[in-house]
DNA sequence: TCCTGACTATTTTACCAAAAAAGTCGGACG
DNA sequence: CGTCCGACTTTTTTGGTAAAATAGTCAGGA
């Protein structure tokens, strides 16, 4: 909307506090310590954002942003359903991969991401349910609805996601332990793909 | 197996405590409650069981107990194992339910079922991967790996789980939601059971 | 062996005061 | 006017403590 040569200034207090956030966890980041990066007072951030929630929400909103652009430019695209449904979850793990450092030191943390998860998966449902819904009119999937479906799988990653990180947050996440993390995911992928494929036979719903 | 305590004193016990546990939750029940339940003093719990925390454990293993006793039926009986599939999915949504009450009352508890399932879970990893063997043996079911698979099932239906109740907990949970729960269960069953058919086709691993 | 009453040890709760951080405001400066 | 600061007020977090509740122990009795 408006990127003139002058820097933005709220973008830069959303870079210099993203730093932070990434590298401290929502809660010990205090508004002075973004103020003095920026070598600016507490009181001109407050210039610019209502509140220091209102500041990370942003600072995650722009992350969430950027994904839904890209997978908006993988549906306008012609691939197939199914690719395309994998570069979808190709996609998903990536913005994981950036939200993991945002949402460390957990607790006072966890209502507000809580919320912006909420939020988004509407979004994430629609791009979900658009996906399955052409790969159903092309013939290339066979789902009951596209968005029930599209809601299962949001659910199944969601509580993919949550299981994850309950049972791993006790000390620092290894790198080893993400691999897994993204293997089963693409393991569910797979066999998902072939659940909803089109050209299925020999189960019969009971 | 228990000639130390002859009656059945210790059964009486895990029926009190569970009565109380399934109204109050764990935290929300004392000793001297269940003591004065049975018209005991408290120090004879102890001399039955070493804590508090013993009697709970106690208490949720039997419930898991009951339900390996009927997994293990199932998995003798001589169906198809794609029907065992679906008899253990429901008998797993059974014990949830079971399991469901004595859950109540967060936070104190949540490290000791977390430590109940995670110990479980085992158990559960392996009656699966005994209904995938057994149907990829029998040309019904097409896994790579029937260990991985197993697991990625449970794991599912553990994010599932957790996820449900994240986003559940706060205020009571009403049955519509715990059937929204089933539904969203058994809707994966349906997915998955395609997907690991042996009769696949059309789908290109990638 | 099974149990009790009376004990001790530990955990939870309530409370408060001090410190830290969030958030506000009048006014300066270009 | 839009941008920002210093000084201010308000809210939240922290730390410590005492009382209450509850877990857990023990010597001994039936």
């Known amino acids: 909307m408006n990127h003139q ?8 207090i959303l870079e210099a506090a993203h730093r932070r956030f990434a590298r401290f966890g929502l809660a010990k980041v205090t508004m002075d310590e973004i103020a003095a990066d ?12 209502p509140a220091k929630e ?12 950027d994904f839904a652009k ?3 430019a993988i549906i306008e695209g012609d691939s197939e359903a199914p ?8 996609q998903h793990l990536a913005l994981l991969g950036t939200l993991l450092d945002l949402g460390r030191a957990g ?13 988004f998966s509407a979004t994430e449902t629609g791009f979900l349910t658009a996906i399955l819904s052409e790969g ?21 990653l969601q509580g993919l996601r949550i299981r994850f990180f ?6 620092e996440l290894r790198s080893a332990d993400i691999k897994a993390y993204r293997d089963e995911v693409l393991r569910f992928l797979d066999i998902l793909l072939i659940g909803i494929s089109h050209s299925r036979n020999g189960v019969k719903k009971i």
Chains 1, 2 share one sequence.
């Open 38 to 49: 920026l070598g600016i007072s507490k009181a001109a951030l407050y210039y610019y954002f």
């Open 70 to 72: 890209r997978i908006e």
């Open 136 to 156: 159903k009119r092309r013939s290339e999937f066979a789902v009951d609805s596209s968005e029930q479906t599209a809601q299962l799988i949001q659910h199944v």
């Open 107 to 119: 607790d006072s943390i966890k209502p507000i991401m809580r919320d912006l998860f909420r939020e």
């Open 83 to 90: 690719g395309k449904l994998r570069e979808y979850f190709k």
């Open 166 to 171: 309950k049972t791993m947050t006790p000390g």
């Open 54 to 65: 209102d500041v990370f929400r942003n600072v995650v909103a722009a992350e969430q942003q």
């Open 5 to 12: 040569h002058s820097h933005d200034k709220r973008a830069d």
